[in-house]
């Protein structure tokens, strides 16, 4: 079993910064592929970033340019670097994380990720 515990939300004006972090425990692999995803109010979750063991990573075309996911395997952590942030950024954010298969080499489809933090909150205003 794998835990995920995700922090480093906040409230930031647009064209701020914010750096999100999740720490794994338990069961942790560092071949797993590691993922962003966030729901904003009345929306459907999406995919933002990942990253999968070999370092390889897919963004959603809207952060491309902004966000920067990372991972430290030695702290079992992932990161979202998130710059230049926009109103349309704002969203409750979860990070999630599973073996990789071919089926699901570097995507941002929810169901490949058996594994799921409780989130944190990022606000951004005008």
């Known amino acids: 079993q794998v835990q995920l515990v995700e922090s480093g939300g906040g409230s930031v004006q647009v064209g701020g910064s914010l750096r999100l972090s999740c720490a794994a425990s338990g069961s942790t692999y560092s071949t797993y592929s590691m993922a962003w995803f966030r729901q904003a109010p009345g929306k459907e979750r999406e995919g933002v970033a990942v990253i999968n063991g070999l370092g390889s990573k897919n963004y959603l075309d809207s952060v491309k340019g902004r966000f920067t996911v990372s991972r430290d395997n030695a702290k079992n952590t992932l990161y979202l670097q998130m710059n230049n942030l926009k109103p349309e950024d704002t969203g409750m954010y979860y990070c999630?994380?599973?073996?990789?298969?071919?089926?699901?080499?570097?995507?941002?489809?929810?169901?490949?990720?058996?594994?799921w933090g409780q989130g944190t909150q990022v606000t951004v205003s005008s």
């Open positions: 999630a994380t599973g073996p990789e298969r071919p089926a699901c080499w570097v995507t941002l489809r929810e169901s490949c990720y058996p594994y």
